[in-house]
Nanobody, 122 residues
Framework: QVQLVESGGGLVQAGGSLRLSCAAS????????MGWFRQAPGKQRDFVAA???????YYADSGKGRFTISTDNAKNTVYLQMNSLKPEDSAIYYC????????????????WGQGTQVTVSS
């Protein structure tokens, strides 16, 4: 069982930046695909970004050029650096871990965090 704990959310003005963190309990963290998803009120959970076990990355079109996913295996942590934030980026952001590289498919992630709220004001 992998436990994931997100942090780093908050309120930021449009154009600002946030860095989300997701700490994993699993010491073999590097064996997992790590993904970030987000869900706004009344909407489905959408894929944001993912990083594979060999550090390949994949981004949703909405975040390309603005978001960067990275990992620190020594700290069992995955990060999502978000720049040039827009009001439409406001959502609860979830971290997820899985074993298969099908990055945009939430059903293939085995473990999920509780989420962290990101609010971007205009």
């Amino acid at each position: 069982q992998v436990q994931l704990v997100e942090s780093g959310g908050g309120l930021v003005q449009a154009g600002g930046s946030l860095r989300l963190s997701c700490a994993a309990s699993e010491r073999t963290f590097s064996r997992y695909v790590m993904g970030w998803f987000r869900q706004a009120p009344g909407k489905q959970r959408d894929f944001v970004a993912a990083i594979s076990q060999d550090s390949s990355t994949y981004y949703a079109d909405s975040g390309k050029g603005r978001f960067t996913i990275s990992t620190d295996n020594a700290k069992n942590t995955v990060y999502l650096q978000m720049n040039s934030l827009k009001p439409e980026d406001s959502a609860i952001y979830y971290c997820a871990a899985g074993l298969r590289w099908v990055p945009a498919t939430p059903g293939l992630y085995n473990y999920w965090g509780q989420g962290t709220q990101v609010t971007v004001s205009s």
